[in-house]
């Protein structure tokens, strides 16, 4: 079986700080025969204001380096996971043939909302209530339909990212009255030759993920990535076994890597 990472991150993202040698040896030792290095630029700060543009000479040497000496045991792509691509997508009209791949996220509320990561639990506690939930999903959605139909990514990320940090506070929340949102905007995605991700988060989510899956599946979509979302060795591969499994088990026959921003079906 071909495995590939291929949402993985490294010290040249602001929350690791691991260097990639140390992620790719990981990689090999857990049986992976590629990753993504998808390394963070969110158009807005966790915060909310404004980040300065993006240095793509450190991520491209990074890769260059490692592809060498990596060369015959593991691939290692160059990515960019691009948080609130809607908002400017400056720092693709600047990447370089090189680039691989590009993740789609929502890290972070509208503006109009403040702006700040879905990771913050604000107003103060508001994650405590499904009221307090509901707003911020309501957002959060809102802004994935603005991301869904531009030309800025090959793959929207975690699309039930803020449940990350809802759920242990308010383990009723979910994402399921946003269905007939998540249909149509699934639907825009495929429409555009786009494709989802399947991302364990470190090997923590799995099945909520079989609902969005059957639905992407159903609407005729076949581009699927599978990622851990590594931030350090000890997340890098994890869970990745299982998504394979869980993604025959949903109806899918391939798993995708990247090469030039084009997809390869691998056969699962
Ligand atoms: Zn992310
Ligand atoms: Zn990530």
Redesign the pocket.
Known sequence: MYYSDY???TLL?PDSDTPLPLMAQTALDMGLSEICV?D?YDTLEPMGDRSAPFEWAPAVAQIRENQAQFAGKLVIKLGL?LGSGHLDRSVLVSAPDALDFV?G?IHNRSEAAGGMDFFYDVPEDAYQTEKGCYTALDDYVSSLEALAPLPVYDVM??LIYPLRYMQPKCPAVTMDRYAGRIRDLLATVIRSGRGMEL?TYRGRTLAEWAPWLRMYRELGGEIVTV?S?A?RPNGMGQGIREAYELLTQCGFRYVCTYDRRKPTFQKL
């Open positions: 949402h993985t991150h993202s998808t963070h996971e993740l996220s990320a975690h991302n990622g979302d931030h």
